[in-house]
């Protein structure tokens, strides 16, 4: 899945900022930028609830990571610092190595 061709990639299952692309490809790996407890349109899931924010969060990740991984399995992990509103309790940024075919 490795090469040259920079791709940007916005899931249809999550929602599309004007500001950020989602995952952008590009020499053997995938940039994920921080996914939040967002729905498809935008909306903020579980204001007040760490737990469903969490859950929506990766969610999100995993709609990314499907898009880009398929079947593979990658390792995870998250840190959680300054967030872009103030309803979100959790975001998680990932850096995926693509395997070589």
């Known amino acids: 899945m490795a090469d040259s061709v920079t791709r940007f990639i916005d899931p ?6 004007p500001r950020y692309t989602n995952v952008v490809v590009a ?3 995938a940039f994920i930028a921080g996914q939040t407890a967002f729905d498809a349109q935008g909306n903020v899931v579980g204001i007040g609830d760490f737990r469903a924010q969490a859950e929506q969060t990766y969610r999100n990740l995993k709609v990314v990571l499907d898009t880009i991984l398929g079947d593979l399995r990658p390792a995870s992990t998250a840190v ?3 967030l872009a509103r103030a309803e979100l309790l959790v975001e998680v940024d990932a850096i995926v190595a693509l395997p070589k075919v």
């Not at 249809?12 to 900022?17: A, M, T």
């Open 12 to 17: 249809p299952q999550l929602f599309r900022s």
């Open 27 to 29: 020499n053997g790996f």
């Open 80 to 82: 959680v610092a300054g």
